[in-house]
């Protein structure tokens, strides 16, 4: 029987978070920029609102605030996919949810890899955005055929990455030696390399059917495309990024302003122009790829089913008001966004007893003072109602196909959107990646049901 110690899955995480965004300053000196924007505007904002600040720390959300961001990547084939689920679990990160691009013009279909029960978030909330091409999509077979084959001439990963996996496979974790060496290899994979490994030609005949297309078959491996900070004000922020040198997209995804924050709200400063080398072209020849962007994200309340059916019916009923937003329309969306969320209550309480939104539980003061005095069997209801506990939102920690695919073709450019007749393909997604996506929904409800569990425990029930 061995010996060793292993390191837990979410300090290995928080270190490959840490890591990756010192890897991605370097890179896109911009995102430092933007790190430095959000860490301003979040400080102003908290000192401002003392509730907004109590409540985050009643939650546990205050001391994640700073170290939370997601990144994404786009991988080209069922292999790279597979492997970077078990890179992820070595992390602690699980596929959680299906998400399908297609309808939206991006040839991609994705779900998030991340920690899935509260305690783990709260010492990381890191999440990767994983896309995986869909080459059927391709509709000229001989280009469909060079992707497929230029794909399968590449290894994103290291040899010593690779053998790290196994080594957590097999011995059930990694030693602190093994696990620092394991996130400087695994780095490698999602670091941003200028020379593509295609001609020029090629290039273009792949930019031309898609740019996402491009960024994911003509290169050495899937660089990470963004990071993105969590902010308690996106709105300030939207509006400081242009004197910060940073060129904001038209609008902010998701739902509009609200005193109480649903789901998931997202920004970016447009895709940077960044010099890359083709094969067989002379050294003092660039050319230029376009994909790496700085994104922003403020998340507030995770919904329910039923609060996730008003929201898509209010996001559709926008959406055929004002079908396309570009900076020309941006106030005409804000308008019909207000408008048709106005039907979406804006009160913590009415979201809890409509059942609109998902909330963890916290024992009072008076119900720790009257501990052994209620009953097991006492509802969440009853216990607020005799004062005995009280309730926050359970952060949203997940993403939204609409927003996703507005993100994506705010950087990817003008002609990037196309239409694709195909329909979702989840299987043949579970099929590549090799194990089930979980149902996030579960999970939230999960974490509520947790939290009145303890709190129950805490207050001495008989």
């Known amino acids: 029987m061995s010996n060793a110690v292993f390191v837990s899955p979410d300090v290995i995480r928080a270190q490959f978070s840490a890591a990756m965004s010192d890897m991605y300053q370097n890179e896109v000196p911009l995102y430092r920029d933007l790190m430095n924007l959000v860490s301003d505007v979040n400080a102003a904002t908290l000192q401002e609102d003392g509730n907004l600040y109590d409540r985050l720390l009643q939650t546990g959300e205050l001391e994640r605030l700073d170290e939370e961001r997601h990144g994404a990547i786009r991988v ?69 055929e060079e992707a497929t084959r230029i794909l399968s001439e590449r290894n994103i990963f290291t040899d010593n990455a690779l053998r790290l996996i196994d080594q957590h496979e097999q011995a059930g974790g990694l030693t602190e030696a093994e696990a620092t060496e394991f996130v400087q290899e695994v780095l490698e994979t999602f670091r941003w390399h200028a020379d593509a490994t295609v001609t020029a030609e090629q290039y273009q005949n792949l930019h031309d059917q898609h740019r996402l297309i491009a960024d994911v078959v003509a290169f050495k491996g899937p660089h990470i495309n963004h990071l993105t900070p969590r902010t308690v004000d996106i709105d300030v922020i939207q509006q400081q990024m242009p004197a910060r040198g ?21 920004t970016s400063f447009k895709a940077l122009e ?89 024992p009072t003061e008076k119900g720790l003072a009257n501990r052994g005095q209620y009953s097991k069997e006492m509802s969440a209801a ?55 996506v979980i149902d996030e929904l579960e999970m939230y409800a999960a974490s509520q049901a947790r939290s009145l569990e303890k709190c129950k425990a805490a207050l001495c029930m008989v």
């Open 76 to 144: 080209g084939t069922a292999e790279e996919l597979s492997t970077i689920r078990r890179l992820f679990a070595v992390m602690g990160m699980y596929p959680v949810g299906y998400y399908d691009l297609t309808p939206a013009g991006v040839p991609v279909h994705s779900t998030a890899f991340r920690a899935i029960h509260e305690d783990a978030l709260k010492i990381s909330p890191f999440r990767v955005f994983t896309s995986l091409l869909r080459l059927e999509l391709i509709d000229d077979e001989a280009l469909r």
């Open 246 to 266: 940073m060129n904001a997209k038209a609008v902010v995804e998701g739902p509009p302003r609200r005193q109480c924050p649903i789901l998931l709200r997202q």
């Open 274 to 362: 960044e010099a890359v080398s083709f094969k067989n072209q002379p050294v003092d020849d660039t050319g230029s790829h376009t994909a790496r962007f700085g994104e922003i994200e403020q998340r507030g309340a995770a919904l329910t089913p039923k609060g996730r059916a008003l929201y898509d019916e209010l996001l559709n009923k926008t959406r055929a008001e004002v079908p396309v937003t570009t900076e020309h329309n941006a106030d005409e969306y804000y308008a019909a966004l207000e408008k048709h969320f106005a039907a979406f209550p804006d009160d913590y309480a009415t979201l809890h007893d409509q059942g609109l939104a998902f909330f963890a539980y916290y």
């Open 382 to 436: 009853d216990l607020i109602a005799a004062g005995a506990i009280t309730y926050e939102p359970i952060v949203y920690e997940d993403f939204l196909p609409v927003s996703a695919a507005g993100i994506f073709q705010s950087n990817l450019g003008e002609g990037a959107q196309a239409d694709y007749a195909q329909n979702s393909s989840e299987a043949k997604f579970v099929a590549d990646l090799g194990a089930a």
